[in-house]
């Protein structure tokens, strides 16, 4: 649970340390495992629910099945989830004619099961197959909220869980061959890890440091099969990017730019890591985890070799970079969510300890914290907290008042979303719903767009795009679906996530009706001089054109030069067809 410095004896050059018989795994401890599981199982399933953003992707898998592509709005090529994997993954069940909706929540559940599951079995792995094994690191995972709430919520958490305990079983297991020799196959290893940046990008972190350990295990065996494996794992990810400048016309996915993570925003992300640990007294777990490291490589260190070190140096290593990332953007706007996979990585090592006097008191200590967290420990705040962060499960199980909102039927209490999808439903004709003051507060207000599909614009995506028809557009001023938005500059020191606040005067210029209604008329001049800027016509082309040979090259070559195109939030200022730095 805590990066350990320690002196290994160097292996000798050729001679891999053979390895012990092992010791035939107790009853006892294949029951703990499962105990744990089942009951990680059944938290994660009573907290089932599926957030805005999962019902993002699952809009974004329904246009593919039927047959607009990959993509959130129908004619436009914008890539709105950030998970190509959990993407493309879901659209299996959904071929089966399986609802999406339940699939995303089963498949979530499993991969993080299955995750613990590797971890566990690595752990049992890791240290020569111990007859008697304690679940340790495994206890913080099954014992946290956020792990139970976005288990499920249609987002790739699970995925990530999944892949990460399935990279370091394998890992474990190719540090198992190295000791008895090296044999056995490596790319299984390889081509994992190469989905690293397509379960998440910022995973490539894990997948680097796994890929060193790997060259570091096979070394033995040539550069030329160091090479292989290589290009082994670089495959895909390589053939999807090129696949991705071609169609969408971006280096990234838009959610990338839409929350610019490339942007230094520390203080923020201290209150978000604060957030977390201070909720569930992570450094209790982080110390404990420290004091039964130490016992045990007293223990294994007349045993412990330089392979071995690398390879457990992975997760902990991994950890600090994945956290020390999250908190550099300014982490999340959910409680928790984009801090679970450093969390994770960093039990790996230790998901399960041999259980002996030396290690009885820590994993005890464990266990009670573990207990507190279940039954005691919760944020401070209901529904928002401080620094514009939410209990983000707890928030829309209250709004649209359902214990477990998983389903379109479950969200028709909304209390924004539906009104306006059933304004824009009973216009007359094609229209522009936009979100506006009434007499008596938020109304919708009607454009008429006869030349354009109907278009509705509302902060919550998913849930406007679960209960609108896959031809209507649904769009927003964050920039998750609407590149107008992804491309313009950010509110500053505004809620992570949301910073990105687009003026209505830009949808009504891009939407092409003539009426105005609440809207600025001088606003909206602007924004149509703005529209109309070399440079913003062609992003708008990279999208919106027909996707012709010439058209997937010309986003190819331009990619670069697009991915860092940004103007002025306001169209007054954009007008000037002037690139923000």
């Given at each position: 649970m805590a990066t350990i410095s320690a002196t290994v004896e160097a292996e000798p050059a050729g001679s891999p340390t053979p390895s012990p018989p092992r010791p035939r795994t107790a009853t006892a401890t294949t029951v703990g495992f499962a105990v744990v599981l089942v009951g990680f199982a059944v938290m994660i399933w009573h907290r089932r629910w599926m957030s805005d953003d999962g019902l993002i992707v699952l809009r974004t898998v329904r246009q593919l099945l039927a047959g607009a592509g990959p993509v959130f709005n129908q004619g436009e090529r914008v890539e709105a989830n950030t998970s190509t994997l959990w993407t493309y993954l879901l659209a299996l069940p959904g071929l089966a004619g399986v609802s999406l909706n339940w699939a995303a929540v089963a498949l979530g559940l499993v991969c993080s099961v299955a995750g613990v599951g590797f971890a566990l079995d690595a752990a049992r792995r890791l240290f020569g197959g111990a007859r008697w094994m304690a679940p340790f690191g495994a206890l913080v995972v099954v014992a946290l909220p956020p792990f139970w709430d976005f288990g499920t919520s249609g987002l790739e958490t699970g995925l990530i869980v999944g892949w990460l305990g399935l990279t370091w079983w394998l890992l474990v297991g190719r540090l198992e061959a190295h000791r008895s020799g090296g044999g056995g196959r490596a790319w299984p290893v390889a081509s994992v890890l190469g989905l690293a940046p397509l379960v998440r990008?910022?995973?490539?972190?894990?997948?680097?440091?796994?890929?060193?350990?790997?060259?570091?295990?096979e070394r033995g065996r040539g550069w030329r099969r160091i090479a292989g494996l290589a290009a082994v794992a670089a495959a895909l990810p390589l053939a999807y990017e090129v696949f991705r400048a071609g169609y969408y016309g971006l280096l990234v996915p838009g959610t990338a730019l839409a929350k610019e993570a490339s942007t230094s925003r520390w203080r923020q992300g201290y209150h978000y890591l604060r957030d977390l640990t201070d909720t569930y007294w992570l450094v209790v777990p982080v110390l404990i985890g420290l004091v039964a490291a130490v016992l045990l490589l007293v223990r294994l260190r007349r045993t412990a070799t330089v392979a071995t070190a690398v390879v457990v140096a992975v997760p902990w290593v991994s950890s600090a970079l994945l956290a020390?990332?999250?908190t550099r953007v300014g982490g999340d706007f959910m409680h928790g969510r984009m801090l679970l996979p450093a969390l994770f990585c960093l039990t790996l090592p230790l998901a399960a300890v041999p259980f002996t006097r030396r290690t009885a008191v820590p994993v005890l200590a464990m266990a009670a914290w573990a207990a507190t967290s279940l039954l005691a420990l919760r944020p401070a705040y209901d529904t928002l907290g401080p620094n514009w962060i939410a209990n983000e499960r707890l928030y829309y199980v209250v709004i649209v008042d359902r214990p477990n909102p998983i389903v379109a039927e479950?969200?028709?209490?909304?209390?924004?979303?539906?009104?306006?999808?059933?304004?824009?439903?009973g216009a007359p004709g094609?229209?522009?719903?936009?979100?506006?003051?009434?007499?008596?507060?938020?109304?919708?207000?009607l454009f008429p767009t006869p030349d354009r599909p109907s278009t509705i614009t509302w902060l919550n995506l998913g849930v406007t795009g679960e209960l609108a028809p896959l031809d209507t557009r649904v769009l927003d001023g964050v920039g998750l679906t609407h590149p107008l938005a992804t491309h313009a500059t950010s509110v500053p020191d505004g809620r992570i996530g949301h910073d990105k606040d687009l003026p209505p005067e830009w949808f009504v210029a891009d939407s092409g009706t003539t009426e105005t209604g609440f809207v600025d008329p001088a606003g909206i001049a602007a924004a149509r001089a703005a529209l109309a800027c070399p440079a913003t016509q062609e992003l708008l082309a990279s999208y919106r054109d027909p996707l012709t040979l010439d058209r997937f090259v010309r986003n190819v070559t331009g990619a670069l030069e697009r991915t860092s195109y940004r103007y002025d939030r306001d169209p007054r200022v954009a007008a000037q067809c002037l690139p923000v730095e």
């Open positions: 990008p910022d995973l490539a972190l894990f997948g680097l440091a796994a890929a060193a350990a790997l060259v570091v295990l020390t990332y999250v479950d969200f028709v209490d909304h209390p924004v979303a539906p009104e306006g999808v059933a304004e824009l439903a094609p229209s522009l719903a936009l979100p506006g003051p009434g007499p008596d507060g938020l109304r919708w207000w």
